[in-house]
């Protein structure tokens, strides 16, 4: 069955990046003059996604207000000719179908998750989580085909140093990773204390999980804190079946926290064929 359908979880309260998402969610900060949440939206469709279910939360209404048509803003934008940008707003959520479910308490990535069990219904999903930034759409792409072809759940991986583990879900291979990055999951572990760690391969924020997860996340019980974490219906599929990760070298950038953030705007800016030179100079003259 074909991957059509992604989750975007973006109900959390983003503390760590107060004060700011005290009144803009994280997921609408602007990479350069594009929120972030679009950028996430553009990787899912380049992988052939085309129903998105945003599961956001009713203290944050203006991520539903990104979706809404503009029409003062684009008469305004029409009758002053700027008709290009007329159009880019126009498109927005044109290309794919987006709902919204909403998630009433921030209760973890799981439970955020299983609120979008009854608009997925049982067919196999990408999850993007909309923190973090995917330099293009080839990791997801790669993810859906091969959750297509194995029938299984599949995880996007990163390599860390060792001493970086403890902080991240790592996954336990069961096999050697093949030229296309692409191994085998025979289980995985929340936060492992450095010598428990079972590989320098954690899971970044890319799942294609296949619908049996909704059930799994039924018995799931909150662990710490009361949050339901979805790495724990992951060990349950993966005990199961199978389940792979997909090893990438493609640009990652984390912009949950201001520091992550601000390399990602830097970066992407610099390769900005509008802005790039011009700010490329005015770095160098501030650096120097
Ligand atoms: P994070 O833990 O990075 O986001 O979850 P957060 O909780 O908003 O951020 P901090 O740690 O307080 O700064 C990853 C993604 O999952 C969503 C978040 O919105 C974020 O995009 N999420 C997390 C939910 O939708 N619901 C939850 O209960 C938890």
Redesign the pocket.
């Given at each position: 069955m074909q991957v059509r359908a992604a989750v975007?979880?973006?109900?959390?309260?983003?503390?760590?990046?107060l004060p700011a998402?005290k009144a803009v969610?994280?997921?609408l900060l602007p990479i350069i003059d594009t929120p972030a949440l679009q950028l996430i939206i553009d990787e899912a469709v380049g992988a052939g996604i085309d129903r998105i279910v945003i599961?956001?939360?009713p203290s944050k209404p203006s991520i539903e207000a990104y979706f809404e048509p503009s029409d003062e803003v684009l008469s305004k934008l029409r009758s002053t000719g700027r008709h290009a940008l007329a159009k880019r707003l126009e498109a927005i959520g044109r290309d794919v179908q987006v709902t919204f479910v909403h998630?009433h308490?921030?209760?973890?990535?799981g439970?955020?998750v299983a609120c979008a069990a009854d608009v997925i219904g049982d067919e196999p999903f990408a999850v993007l989580?909309?923190?973090e930034l995917m330099g293009d759409s080839s990791l997801l792409d790669q993810m859906a085909r091969l959750c297509e072809s194995t029938g299984g759940s599949v995880v996007g991986l990163k390599r860390v140093p060792m001493q970086e583990v403890s902080a991240y879900g790592v996954i336990d291979p069961s096999t050697e990773m093949d030229a296309s990055g692409v191994v085998q999951i025979r289980t995985m572990v929340e936060k492992p204390a450095i010598e428990d760690a079972p590989s320098d391969l954690i899971i970044i924020?890319r799942y294609v999980l296949t619908p049996d997860v909704f059930a799994e996340l039924e018995h799931v019980q909150p662990g710490s804190g009361g949050?339901i974490q979805l790495t724990d219906a992951l060990r349950a599929q993966a005990a199961k079946g199978p389940f792979h990760g997909v090893l990438s070298n493609i640009a990652r950038y984390d912009t949950?926290?201001p520091l992550g953030w601000l390399s990602a705007v830097v970066n992407i800016a610099l390769d900005d064929p509008a802005i790039g030179e011009e700010f490329g100079r005015f770095l160098r003259s501030r650096v120097s």
């Open positions: 975007i979880p973006a109900a959390g309260l983003g503390t760590r990046f998402t969610p994280k997921e599961v956001t939360s998630q308490a921030p209760l973890g990535l439970h955020a989580l909309p923190d924020g949050e949950g926290t």
